[in-house]
């Protein structure tokens, strides 16, 4: 060996652990593929709870990931400018549904639009009940998701050569112009890597919505919801639908490392 890695005494430690660590967070994977059985898929798969609760989780996640990009996009725009207090203040803020256990946001949401919480009764007002239903599905993706995007989208937009945004505007494009004609598409690899993390994530979103939507079959039940009730009852069951869940999260995996393979290539051409 040369370089860093010669006489190293802790080359061998460091490659063990880096050995263990791998095994652990690849057995949970391995041991769902392990212990499943091509009878128990088949009778997974023509379950009653499968296809209601795989349809709603596809469609709120989705919705939500639409929400957080039409929003997210221009805040991140905004937090990519010049250091201020301000925009350290915001992106300190908009960070904190990582930190914070997703259960512990389900509750505030329930504070903030249950019937006795801060919106409760103006949004009763209304005819307006939020908790429990659909769109509480949503909100509670799109706040535990939406962290993933601005700060990916944030960190691509400050990659975009300032130069570029320059000469757009001195050939006369609006700074909205500049935004879409340029700083857009050159950020365009990050958005997508931040769009698939927050949809992985909103994907897996178990904590928040079973606390602020409740776990309805065929209203609110999305895949995480089912895994938990087949659990109950049958915990075969259960894989089946952490095997198809985790389909879907290699799935966007695999889209991820194709972005970042082609953004690689382009970089290097």
């Not at 009764?121 to 706040?143: D, K």
């Amino acid at each position: 060996m040369t370089g860093r890695f010669q006489h190293n005494p802790l080359t061998k430690t460091g490659l063990a652990a880096a050995i263990t660590l791998l095994f652990l967070l690849l057995l949970p994977v391995l041991a769902l593929v392990l212990t499943s059985s091509v009878d128990a898929v088949k009778a997974g798969v023509s379950n009653t709870l499968l296809m209601p609760a795989l349809t709603l989780t596809l469609k709120t996640s989705l919705l939500s990931l639409v929400i957080i990009v039409v929003l997210g996009t221009p805040l991140a725009w905004w937090l990519s400018g010049p250091a201020k207090p301000c925009r350290t203040v915001v992106s300190t803020l908009i960070q904190l549904p990582i930190v914070i256990p997703p259960a512990v946001m389900g509750i505030g949401l329930l504070q903030a639009f249950g019937r006795g919480g801060l919106f409760g009764p103006s949004l009763t007002e209304i005819g307006l009940s939020i908790p429990f239903t659909g769109t509480a599905v949503v909100i509670a993706q799109v706040v535990v998701s939406a962290p993933f995007y601005i700060q990916a989208a944030t960190n691509s937009f400050r990659g975009v050569d300032s130069d570029m945004m320059l000469v757009a505007r001195t050939l006369g494009a609006s700074p909205r112009r500049a935004f879409f004609l340029v700083a857009l598409p050159a950020a365009r690899p990050g958005l997508v890597i931040g769009a698939a993390l927050a949809w992985s994530r909103a994907l897996g979103e178990f904590g928040a919505t079973l606390l602020f939507a409740g776990n309805l079959a065929g209203v609110t039940q999305t895949m995480p919801l089912a895994i938990f009730s087949a659990f109950e009852s049958d915990s075969q069951l259960a894989v089946v639908f952490s095997l198809i869940l985790a389909a879907l999260g290699i799935i966007i995996l695999s889209f991820l490392l194709m972005v970042t393979r082609l953004r690689n290539q382009t970089r290097s051409t």
